[in-house]
């Protein structure tokens, strides 16, 4: 080949890369490998990575990431086991230190994942929300869902059930090319 045409394969195959990668995620919230691909996956608050609190929370409910509430949430939370949500879950007071130690710990207020950043930027100084659905941002960003599609959807029924459509949810990857809605499909907005 000669230098001309190998510098426009070049420039072309740079030029389609780049646009792939413009392309490959519409919520530009992935991480790029070195070769430009978006990868999937990629987690955009830290993930569940504790195997107690996924054998004791998953059995009612997905284990959500701790990213996802601020420390004053989850110690409201966790102080209040005997009714929560109307259930009883109180837990023996080793496991609901060890717990509430993980959960404070990997909180959205003591993360340097983007999401949960902006998940703090969306409270009020002191709020403590006790429920995901109660965060503005998580709400923000469902706002243009329609209600039939979670609440009038039995497979998701509300906010709170987060793994219903993300799909890699528990390991903290909200992406917009990753959500499924049962019954429904891809979303994108």
């Known amino acids: 080949?000669?230098?001309?045409?190998?510098?426009?394969?070049?420039?072309?195959?740079?030029?389609?890369?780049?646009?792939?990668?413009?392309l490959s995620d519409d919520d530009h919230e992935g991480k790029a490998d070195?070769?430009?691909?978006?990868?999937?996956?990629?987690p955009d608050v830290a993930g569940v990575h504790n195997a107690r609190y996924v054998t004791e929370c998953s059995s009612c409910h997905m284990a959500y990431p701790p990213g996802l509430l601020p420390a004053?949430?989850?110690?409201?939370?966790?102080?209040g086991l005997g009714d929560h949500f109307g259930d009883n879950a109180e837990l023996d007071a080793q496991t609901t230190a060890i717990l509430t130690r993980y959960l404070v710990d990997n909180s959205a207020?003591?993360?340097?994942?983007?999401r949960s950043r902006q998940i703090m930027r969306s409270l009020m100084q002191e709020a403590a929300p006790l429920r995901i659905s109660e965060v503005p941002y998580i709400r923000d960003k469902h706002n243009e869902i329609p209600q039939r599609l979670i609440k009038g959807n039995t497979r998701v029924g509300s906010l709170g059930n987060c793994s219903a459509c993300h799909q890699n949810a528990?390991?903290?990857s909200f992406r917009e090319a990753e959500i499924r809605i049962p019954g429904y499909g891809r979303w994108q907005d």
């Open 1 to 22: 080949m000669n230098k001309p045409i190998v510098i426009g394969v070049v420039l072309v195959a740079t030029l389609g890369l780049g646009a792939q990668l413009a």
């Open 34 to 42: 070195g070769w430009g691909k978006i990868l999937q996956h990629t």
């Open 72 to 79: 004053r949430s989850w110690e409201k939370i966790m102080s």
């Open 109 to 114: 207020d003591k993360s340097d994942y983007r």
């Open 170 to 172: 528990q390991q903290g």
